[in-house]
């Protein structure tokens, strides 16, 4: 079945037997009775080990990605502490890309570190970084594309080539372009990652995160972990993001439709330096983008000339809300060097292109005519 029909009907099968309901109910119960003292007797035990709701979300969420097992955490970094505890020792090494969500870098450079575990960040746009940074000791390599705030790429297929013949994992954080333009797996990545946060849940009303795999041994080290240290996402929040996701195709598609509209109307304004979205011709890496994603998404950032001017433009918009976060169905805008991205140190932000005239926008779903009107008198 196609994508759009995935999402809706998967992990949403009627329990005939009992209601028939058509949505998967939430189900609250911390602990499941037994009739045997020996064993579970409808599977179930403890709500941290096992959750039907949550189950069910998984069987949606694996399904999105194509992949044969999906586990949901608290957030997106909750998943990302597992996979570290979970597929990492100490003395081990991940290579990861230099243009990475913020709190990514936190965990790995303030928590992770503590635990013996190192990092090398390269600018993954260059294959051959990637390949000049590996370690005989390097068991993991971290992509995130496209990027955050810069919307930078890189060739999944070529760098898991590389990862996979000197025995590392690739995982992929695939939060901005969301399954609906993107399947790492499907290019050779082991493992995808979501801050469900954004685009799969997608009403900004829920803070969670998910991994998506198709191996069967990892899978299970996953669970394991996950239970061991508790990083579950709750009955509810897996029936908000369950909810959500039924709604991703057609999200997507006007996320897309609306962030292209502004990223050509900004290239067009004569206060505008630059604007950083891969489905414009003028991006660097376009041809991948057309040839590694279905679709471009939501985000896009673009350049005025300074500090000044981007306070003065942000504190005239409207309809964008002034706030960090992305992919949700309303049009949030920011400004990554004092926003989202104000830990990142300034030598650091200066390297990676990071200005203080950047400003990052999440395109909703709203009627981009607002959208642009918005932009219009804000720049004015
Ligand atoms: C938000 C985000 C995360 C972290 O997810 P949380 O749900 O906030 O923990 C990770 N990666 C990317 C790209 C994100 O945007």
């Known amino acids: ?8 009907h998967e992990g949403e099968e009627p329990d005939f037997a009992k209601s028939g309901d058509v949505v998967m109910p939430i189900h609250l119960s911390s602990t499941f009775a037994r009739k045997d003292v020996a064993k579970p007797t409808a599977g179930y035990e403890y709500s941290r080990t096992g959750n039907p709701t949550r189950d069910a979300l998984e069987r949606k969420l694996a399904s999105l990605e194509g992949a044969k097992h999906a586990l949901a955490f608290s957030s997106g970094l909750a998943a990302e502490t597992t996979l570290a505890l979970a597929l990492l020792n ?17 965990l790995f450079d303030k928590v992770l570190s503590r635990f013996g575990i190192s990092v090398s ?3 993954a746009r260059d294959i051959a970084r ?11 390599v971290w992509l995130e594309t496209p990027t955050n705030p810069l919307l930078r790429l890189c060739d999944i297929r070529a760098i898991a080539g590389i990862a996979r013949k000197r025995g590392a994992l690739t995982v992929v954080d695939n939060t901005f372009a969301s399954p609906f333009f993107q ?9 995808a990652l979501h801050s469900t946060t954004k685009y799969i849940n997608g009403h900004s009303d829920s803070v969670g995160g998910c991994v998506m795999l198709n191996d069967a041994r990892v899978h299970e080290k996953l669970r394991f972990h996950q239970n061991a240290v508790g990083a579950i996402l709750s009955p509810f929040d897996s029936f908000l993001v369950a909810r959500g996701a039924k709604t991703l195709a057609l999200r ?6 609306n962030a292209l509209a ?13 604007v950083h979205y891969p489905g414009l011709s003028s991006h660097p890496q376009h041809a991948l983008a057309k040839r590694q994603m279905s679709g471009f998404s939501g985000m896009l950032s673009f350049e005025l000339s300074g500090l000044k001017e981007a306070k003065a433009f942000l504190s005239k918009v409207r309809v964008f809300a002034l706030a960090e976060s ?7 805008i920011e400004h990554p060097a004092l926003m989202t991205h104000a830990s990142v140190p300034e030598s650091e932000r200066k390297k990676l292109g990071i200005s203080v005239g950047l400003v990052r926008i999440s395109a909703g779903i709203e009627h981009a005519d607002d959208l642009l009107a918005d932009l219009e008198r804000a720049l004015r």
Do not use: N, W
């Open 1 to 8: 079945m196609r994508f759009d029909t995935r999402a809706v």
């Open 183 to 191: 399947q790492p797996l499907a290019l050779g990545a082991d493992i």
């Open 130 to 140: 990637v390949a000049g940074a590996m370690r005989p000791e390097t068991r993991m």
């Open 326 to 332: 992305l992919g949700g169905v309303e049009s949030l």
């Open 90 to 106: 100490k003395g081990d090494h991940i290579v990861a890309f230099d243009d990475l969500y913020g709190g990514t870098r936190r």
């Open 252 to 257: 997507m598609r006007k996320h897309e439709e």
């Open 121 to 123: 960040y390269v600018d």
């Open 262 to 274: 502004i990223a050509r109307f900004l290239e067009g304004h004569r206060k505008v330096r630059a």
